[in-house]
């Protein structure tokens, strides 16, 4: 338990997937056989044998160390974790040495806390008094967070799958995939997991796919608009979809395994060709539209990114998660089809064979593989209209790729949405750091609806170092109530923001936010008064109609 | 099961000084200033003043004990130098250095020093007036050092006691164990072909851990002091405390080889020597001790080494002290005083305000 403890404390703490990798294949290389299942069912998060409540913990703790409450309630206070204040606590009374021989994880495990489960009240407190009286400091710890909340790490698993195919010279990517169904703490789940490869066994590993270059200059330089395949960039993760023989691995950003996050996806996708390689884009949608009651085709309303984020860092999302927060795969192009690679091909015969696996091309409101039709414009003044239109802005713009390119190093270009501006007023600033001298981390601006001011952007990009400080110096002199870190001053500042889009947000009081709002300018010369209203944010909503 | 099931009881338990009706509390021979510090109105003199004032007795040199602006000092002879250094660099106030244990008789208030264990020259303060004695520790630890004479408890009618570790999550680790597990630390950097670096203060931490290298024939390479410490160190060894031999890191040109340990204080973690040299890097703290502090520097490892009294050795320094009343200062939460009386039935609080004198 000692090693497995001391793995836990080198992953704990702020991200950083080198020093975890080099600690990961340290532990691996070293631990008993015995140990490696319990070893990765628990660093994944996978099911646990048995639950204990804090509450149960603090109370045979309390009794046996004769302490009043109050104190443990003191130290949780300042640890912030009861699990942990019970094993300092446990430390800081310990008389002895912590005694007998030390065991190692598989026998915790399946001495300790499998037992638990199904056992009396009694009992688990005997079991767990003897533990505790036998772990040192850091592995007390440790079983302390694996009996209440789980170990909860929050390793990568790409960073796991990385160290394991270090110890075991598989390709990391089979490893990640092989992770995906790893959920039993056994032998035998292990053996599977670190199997050599199947002789001549397709790669399920993502492609390497050129990155879009920002369009600089006009469009027209680009040459003829037919030459071009014009695509929205949805606001979502570049992901990879490969079928392989009964597997089904999608990837985002080119790294992250995230099959067992989307089993809906996986289930549409199982229809496609062995082989099959779709490139597109993965991004969640408000399930609202499916009731569009206007019957026309409902379009499609992506939620912000940190929706997508969570809802793939959710390692078994239940049936509640999956409606509220439907996927999507907007599928863009084909590397591969049941005939083989296609990379070598020009875009344009591979569209046409992306065209014949006959994905839906209706906005799959409930989630699923989309393909959506080509956009149709006659010439870039056509797609110039599509682009400054009030549709384009729940997208980021547009993608522009040669169609007669064959290389993926070949350019591609992102044509950004035109960008908006606003006039504000400063209302609220908010502090950071705890420390005093800290500059203010973030303003929100708001604008009228009536006579009232209404935030609609929360921000501190775009202003030098040097605007801050007075803008900060004067939020101090003239700050009017504090509540936390939140200050409220007086609404006479008007500043000029851009943004890049707005997105319609019941959680706000104004019923949208703007997104990627940046301070251009401060405007001394406008009054409060001559802010802009919300009927004027009102009108870049996107409308019902769009792409 | 760990079988400290009886709390520690310092004493037995008498009535209360404080709410025993026949035996009205005399007044306080020391309260606290309005501004920081601490104040004996019967000696018209101060304990660790935060501003200038006519006369002020030292604990010990740290900057929250040690202010520079006033008139005249009084502290532990081993100390002086460091107390000269940093409050008084010119020379311009009168510093009386005075032995421990021997008593000074100041403005009628009998005066004495005592080790405190906390960092060359750290003293408890002992004063005895109006038939009372009180101690004030200042910082203390009970753990060993090799760089400053060992803790000595000193009997007294009221303890004022530090507790900026006053809550029983902490105990520390033997420090052997400790030195051991950083000194393999530093060797697994050094195999790597790599620096490492330490945050520890430039005042006691810093030459605390250089006394204990000094005594250990395993150091895997040279040892690097940051030159905010390198002056302190000086002093260390006037006072004849034995440091491993070191360089003298100055982050604008110092070029410590791969290998090398860096002793560095925490204000200079940020700075960009850590971009060019990458060291494995590791904080030495107390606070190292909760997962929630340690995370807060941007350290890859945490040594639990502190130069303060964990919650043992506070509860210890109580009972040796036999005090009936403990005033507690520096203490994140009321914590202590409360088990203090609740527990051990003792009169305890914060030290009382000089308005209430
Ligand atoms: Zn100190």
């Not at chain 1, 239109?389 to 980021?396: K, L, M, Q, Y």
């Not at chain 2, 405190?116 to 020259?121: D, N, S, V």
């Given at each position: 338990m000692i090693p497995f403890a001391a793995l836990c404390d080198a992953l704990d703490g702020p991200p950083a997937p080198a020093a975890q990798r080099a600690a990961l294949v340290a532990y691996l290389r070293a631990a008993p056989a015995a140990d490696l299942p319990w070893a990765l069912t628990l660093l994944t998060d996978g099911p646990r044998p048995v639950r204990v409540p804090p509450a149960d913990l603090a109370a045979w703790a309390l009794d046996a160390l004769a302490l009043p409450r109050w104190l443990l309630d003191d130290c949780v206070a300042h640890v912030g974790d009861t699990g942990e204040a019970l094993a300092l606590l446990i430390d800081t009374h310990r008389r002895d040495p912590p005694e007998g021989p030390p065991r190692s994880l598989h026998r915790w495990m399946t001495e300790l806390v499998a037992p638990l489960k199904g056992a009396d009240a009694d009992a688990r407190r005997a079991q767990v008094l003897a533990a505790w009286a036998a772990l040192p400091l850091r592995p007390l710890v440790w079983i302390n967070r694996i009996l209440t909340t789980g170990l909860r790490l929050a390793v990568p698993r790409a960073v796991l799958a990385q160290a394991l195919a270090d110890v075991s010279a598989l390709p990391a990517p089979e490893v990640a995939h092989r992770l995906t169904a790893f959920t039993a703490p056994t032998a035998a789940a292990v053996a599977a997991l670190l199997a050599p490869l199947a002789p001549g066994l397709a790669s399920c590993a993502p492609h390497p796919v050129s990155p879009l270059e920002p369009l600089a200059g006009p469009a027209e330089a680009l040459g003829p608009c037919t030459d071009w395949q014009a695509t929205w960039r949805w606001p979502g993760l570049p992901c990879q979809i490969i079928r392989r023989g009964a597997d089904t691995c999608v990837w985002t950003d080119g790294a992250d395994l995230v099959s067992d996050r989307c089993p809906a996806l996986v289930a549409a996708a199982r229809g496609l060709p062995d082989g099959t390689v779709l490139v597109g884009t993965l991004l969640v949608v408000e399930p609202s539209a499916a009731s569009d009651p206007s019957g026309d085709r409902p379009p499609l309303t992506p939620q912000p990114h940190d929706v997508l984020t969570r809802r793939l860092a959710r390692p078994r999302p239940s049936a509640a998660v999956r409606r509220r927060q439907p996927l999507v795969f907007v599928a863009h192009d084909l590397l591969a089809d049941g005939a083989g690679p296609l990379t070598g091909q020009p875009l344009r015969a591979r569209l046409a064979r992306l065209a014949a696996l006959s994905l839906p091309r209706d906005p799959p409101v409930a989630g699923g593989l989309w393909h959506p039709p080509a956009l149709t414009a006659a010439g870039w003044p056509a797609l110039e209209d599509l682009r400054q239109?009030?549709?384009?802005?729940?997208?980021?713009g547009l993608r522009l790729r040669p169609l007669d390119g064959a290389d993926p190093a070949d350019p591609a270009y992102h044509w950004p949405l035109p960008a908006l501006t606003v006039c504000a007023v400063l209302v609220y600033a908010h502090a950071g750091a705890r420390r005093r001298q800290a500059p203010l981390t973030d303003y929100t601006f708001a604008v009228w609806h009536g006579d009232a001011l209404v935030p609609v952007a929360k921000t501190a990009e775009g202003l030098s170092p040097a605007d801050r400080a007075a803008l900060d110096a004067w939020i101090h002199a003239h700050t009017l109530d504090r509540m936390g870190p939140v200050r409220t001053v007086p609404a006479e500042r008007v500043f000029a923001l851009s943004f890049a889009a707005v997105t319609a947000s019941p959680r706000h009081k104004a019923g949208l936010v703007l997104q990627a709002p940046r301070v251009l300018a401060p405007r001394p010369a406008l009054a409060p008064a001559d802010a802009a209203r919300l009927a004027a944010l009102q009108a870049h909503l996107p409308s019902a109609a769009g792409p | 099961m760990p079988k400290a099931a009886r709390p520690r009881t310092p004493g037995d338990a008498r009535p209360l000084a404080g709410i025993c009706p026949a035996m009205p509390a005399p007044d306080p021979l020391v309260v606290q200033g309005p501004r920081g510090g601490l104040y004996c109105p019967a000696g018209d003199f101060w304990i660790d003043p935060l501003r200038s004032v006519e006369t002020a007795l030292i604990t010990h040199a740290h900057a929250d004990h040690a202010r520079s602006g006033s008139a005249t000092y009084w502290c532990a002879a081993p100390g002086a130098a460091l107390l000269r250094r940093r409050v008084d660099p010119r020379g311009r106030a009168h510093l009386n250095p005075v032995d421990f244990g021997a008593v000074h008789l100041i403005n009628g208030v009998r005066c004495s020093w005592h080790p405190?264990?906390?960092?060359?020259?750290s003293a408890q303060i002992r004063l005895e007036a109006e038939g009372q004695v009180w101690v004030v520790t200042g910082d203390y630890k009970r753990a060993p050092d090799p760089s400053c004479r060992p803790f000595e408890p000193v009997p007294c009618d009221v303890l004022v006691t530090e507790a900026t570790f006053g809550l029983p999550v902490y105990r520390w680790p033997p420090a052997d164990a400790v030195m051991d597990a950083l000194v393999a630390w530093w060797r697994d950097a050094a195999a790597a072909g790599d620096r490492a670096a330490l945050w520890a203060y430039s005042l006691g931490k810093t030459q605390r851990i250089l006394a204990c290298l000094a005594a250990r024939t395993d150091r895997p390479g040279p040892l690097w002091v940051h030159r905010a410490a390198a002056g302190l160190c000086a002093d260390y060894a006037a006072q004849g405390v034995t440091l491993a031999p070191f360089e003298v890191f100055d982050p604008a040109t110092s070029q410590p080889p791969p290998g090398a340990l860096i002793l560095t204080p925490p204000a200079a973690e940020d700075a960009a020597w850590r971009q060019a040299l990458r060291p494995q890097t590791a904080s030495a703290s107390g606070w190292m001790r909760v997962r929630r502090q340690r995370h807060q520097r941007p350290v890859d490892r945490g040594f639990v080494l502190s130069d303060h009294a964990d919650w043992p050795a506070l509860l210890d320094t109580v009972r040796a002290s036999q005090a009936r009343t403990v005033y507690v200062m520096h203490s994140p939460t009321d914590t202590l005083a409360r088990y203090l009386r609740e527990v051990c039935g003792l009169n305890a609080g914060p030290v009382p305000r000089l308005a209430q004198a």
């Open positions: 239109a009030p549709a384009a802005r729940r997208t980021r | 405190a264990g906390h960092i060359l020259g």
